[in-house]
């Protein structure tokens, strides 16, 4: 009499790898999502900065009867979180210039993403503006700005 023939339970090679083949495009789909989000977050930086340093120029221009035209200037004392040239986190540089019209009396405030920052390689918002009267404005890598750049980055 034979014996009937042992049947063998497991995995083979190749459900092994579809399994890890789904999760591998799983993984990798999730990781730029999340590097995505994660920019997106980090540009809070730059513009609550620029927001504190709108108040700032404001407090400033109360007591000066002028905007101030360095960073120095508007930060003596310092709006909390922010230091003269740079974000709370250190992602973005900031500077403050004068108006460039001379017949207007007024600022502009830039966040830049830092070359050190994480931020340096979020293409879509490089640079950050804000001027005396609020106008918000931003630019991507390439220096493009538009009404759609500064709403997807100021949001």
Same mark, same amino acid.
Request: aromatic residues 6%; proline residues 3%; negative net charge.
């Given at each position: 009499?034979?014996?009937?023939?042992?049947?063998?339970?497991?995995?083979?090679?190749?459900?092994?790898?579809i399994?890890?083949?789904?999760?591998?495009?799983?993984?990798?789909?999730?990781?730029?999502?999340?590097?995505?989000?994660?920019?997106?977050?980090?540009?809070?930086? &730059?513009?609550?900065a %620029?927001?504190?340093? #709108?108040?700032?120029?404001?407090?400033?221009? %109360?007591?000066?009867?002028?905007?101030?035209?360095? &960073?120095?200037?508007?930060?003596?004392?310092?709006?909390?979180?922010?230091?003269?040239? &740079?974000?709370?986190?250190? %992602?973005?540089?900031?500077?403050?210039?004068?108006?460039?019209?001379?017949?207007?009396?007024?600022?502009?405030?830039?966040?830049?993403?830092?070359?050190? &920052?994480?931020? *340096?390689?979020?293409?879509?918002? *490089?640079?950050?503006?804000?001027?005396? #009267?609020?106008?918000?404005?931003? #630019?991507?890598?390439?220096?493009?700005?538009?009404?759609?750049?500064?709403?997807?980055?100021w949001?």
């Open positions: 009499m034979s014996e009937p023939a042992s049947k063998q339970t497991g995995f083979t090679l190749v459900e092994l790898m399994t890890l083949a789904v999760i591998a495009i799983i993984s990798s789909l999730s990781v730029v999502s999340y590097r995505q989000y994660v920019r997106r977050a980090n540009r809070v930086d &730059g513009t609550s %620029l927001l504190h340093l #709108s108040a700032a120029q404001e407090r400033y221009y %109360l007591q000066h009867d002028r905007y101030a035209t360095t &960073g120095a200037e508007v930060a003596d004392p310092p709006p909390a979180g922010l230091g003269i040239s &740079g974000t709370q986190q250190g %992602l973005y540089d900031l500077t403050v210039a004068a108006a460039a019209d001379g017949a207007t009396v007024g600022y502009t405030a830039t966040a830049t993403a830092s070359a050190t &920052g994480s931020q *340096q390689d979020d293409d879509d918002c *490089q640079v950050f503006t804000i001027d005396q #009267s609020g106008q918000r404005g931003a #630019s991507d890598a390439g220096g493009a700005e538009s009404a759609a750049i500064t709403t997807r980055c949001r």
